[in-house]
C-alpha cells in the first residue's frame, strides 16, 4: 500500500519479448523497417500498444518506449445505471497513457448494486451458465490493466466531468461515479496510504510521530506538495493526528485537503474493518508539482461570491496545463445552499476551463486557504484542531469544517 505506484511500466503491462519471426514469413515484413513501425504505433492507443507489443521485439521495444513517453492525466465519469465495466472498458480504448493509480468517487446506490456476470458452463453435458454476483470494484479492477491501484470512496454525491470537459456537473441525488487515472510521469510521484486508528489511539504517533510518517513513506520528502486525506469514520484519531504531525513537520508549505465519506471501499486488500477505520490518503509529491487550495464557507451564498472565489483560486497562479481540482462538498451545499444545481463547478469551468474537476458531497471537509490571496474582509474567528484561535499559531490552521467546500488544484508540471 506504502509503495510508490507510477513507478513507471510495469513489467506486468507487457509480456516478455517475443522471439523475433523467421525472415520468409510474409506478414512479419515490417520488422525489416523500424522507422515505418515507430510512425505507425506512436499513433495507436495505449492498449492497442500493449497488445502490438507482443509480435516481436522490435515491436515490443518501440511500443514500450512510445508509452513511456506518454504521461497523460485521464478521466471519465458515469451516471445512472450504465455498466460501470464497460463504460471503463470503452474508455481504456482511447486513452494514450496506461493508468498507474485510479481514484474513483462512487454515489452510494451505485456502489450497493451487484451485477451478474456469466462464467464458462462447468462441463459439455451442462449447457446452463452459472451467474454469479460480482461488486463494483470488481467491475472496475476487471476494466483497469493489471498492475493499476485503486482508491475509491462510497458517498452521498459526485462531482464529475466528462474525458472531453463536454459535461462537468454536479450529481447529487442519483447514481454516478466519478473517477480520474494517473500514469506514470517523470519526477512526480502519486502514493497511496493507511494509517489505522488503534496505530494513533495506542500512542506511537506521540512517542514518535515522525517515525510513523516515515513508515507510510510520507518522511523524507522535500517535495512533499498535497496529501488528500479520506477519514473512514467521522471524529478518526488518525486524521487529526495525521493533520498535526504533517503540520508540524512541512509548517504550512504543503496543501492538505480531503473530506469524511460515506464508506471506504478501496484498495481492496484492506478488510472490511479496516476500511470502517482509520484513514485512508494520497500524497502528492515532486519538484515540479505546484498546488494551491481555497475554503468556500457559509458567506458564499450566491453564483457571484462563488465566482470571486474561483478568481481567488486562479489568482495562485497554479498552471493549467497537466492540472486537477479536487473538490470536497459539503453535502449541504449545492442544490441545497444554492437553490440551483452545479453553481461551484460552472464556476470552476469558467476560470479553468481546460482543467478536470473530481471529488464529492461528503459529511465534513479538511482544508483551508493555501497559496491563495487572502479574503478582502476579514474573515470570521475560528477554532482548530490544536486548541486555539486563528492566528495564535500559524502552522496550525483550521482545517476541520462543516457546510463548506474545499477546492484543491493540483498541478503536476509541464509535459516533456
Not at 451564498?301 to 470536497?328: G, W
Amino acid at each position: 500500500m506504502e509503495e510508490e505506484v507510477c513507478s513507471g511500466m510495469s513489467s506486468e503491462s507487457f509480456p516478455d519479448p517475443p522471439a523475433d519471426p523467421p525472415e520468409d514469413k510474409a506478414p512479419w515484413v515490417l520488422t525489416a523497417f523500424p522507422q515505418i513501425v515507430k510512425n505507425v504505433l506512436q499513433y495507436l492507443p495505449a492498449k492497442s500498444l500493449i497488445q502490438s507489443g507482443r509480435v516481436c521485439k522490435l515491436w515490443y521495444q518501440e511500443a514500450s518506449r512510445i508509452l513511456q513517453t506518454r504521461q497523460d492525466v485521464t478521466w471519465t465519469m458515469t451516471e445512472d445505471d450504465m455498466p460501470v465495466k464497460d463504460e471503463l472498458t470503452e474508455c481504456f480504448e482511447d486513452y494514450s497513457s496506461v493508468p498507474r493509480l485510479a481514484i474513483l468517487f462512487c454515489e452510494s446506490s451505485l456502489y450497493e448494486m451487484t451485477w451478474e456476470s456469466e462464467d464458462r458452463p462447468i462441463s459439455t453435458r451442462n449447457k446452463r451458465k452459472k451467474k454469479k454476483e460480482s461488486s463494483l470494484i470488481d467491475k472496475v479492477q476487471e476494466a483497469l490493466p493489471v498492475g493499476c491501484n485503486v482508491v475509491g470512496v462510497a458517498v452521498p454525491g459526485v462531482i464529475c466531468c466528462s474525458t472531453d470537459l463536454s459535461v462537468i456537473t454536479e450529481v447529487e441525488d442519483n447514481p454516478a461515479m466519478s473517477a480520474l487515472f494517473l500514469p506514470h510521469m517523470d519526477e512526480v510521484k502519486v502514493q497511496p496510504f493507511y494509517v489505522s486508528n488503534e496505530e494513533c489511539i495506542h500512542g506511537q504517533f506521540n512517542e514518535d510521530g515522525e517515525k510513523v510518517l516515515r513508515t507510510k513513506g510520507l518522511l523524507p520528502d522535500p517535495h512533499l506538495k498535497a496529501v488528500l486525506l479520506l477519514s473512514c469514520g467521522l471524529g478518526s484519531p488518525a486524521l487529526h493526528v495525521v493533520c498535526m504531525e504533517l503540520l508540524n513537520e512541512y509548517k504550512g508549505n504543503i496543501i492538505i485537503a480531503g473530506a469524511y465519506p460515506e464508506e471506504v471501499i478501496a484498495p481492496p486488500e484492506l478488510t472490511p474493518a479496516q476500511r470502517r477505520d482509520g484513514l485512508v490518503g494520497i500524497a502528492i509529491s515532486g519538484e515540479r508539482v505546484q498546488a494551491a487550495s481555497i475554503l468556500l464557507d457559509h458567506s458564499v451564498r450566491t453564483p457571484a461570491d462563488a465566482q470571486e472565489a474561483m478568481k481567488r483560486l486562479k489568482a495562485a497562479n497554479i498552471p493549467q496545463e497537466n492540472s486537477v481540482c479536487f473538490m470536497f462538498a459539503c453535502v449541504g451545499r449545492g442544490y441545497y445552499h444554492y437553490g440551483k444545481g452545479n453553481v461551484e463547478t460552472e464556476a470552476f469551468h469558467k476560470e479553468f476551463p481546460n482543467t478536470p474537476i473530481v471529488g464529492f458531497f461528503g459529511n465534513g471537509e479538511v482544508g483551508c486557504d493555501r497559496n491563495v490571496p487572502k479574503k478582502s474582509a476579514a474573515p470570521e474567528k475560528r477554532w482548530n484542531f490544536h486548541g486555539g484561535k486563528e492566528g495564535e499559531d500559524e502552522k496550525y490552521p483550521d482545517l476541520f469544517h462543516g457546510y463548506t467546500t474545499v477546492l484543491c488544484l493540483v498541478s503536476f508540471g509541464r509535459k516533456k
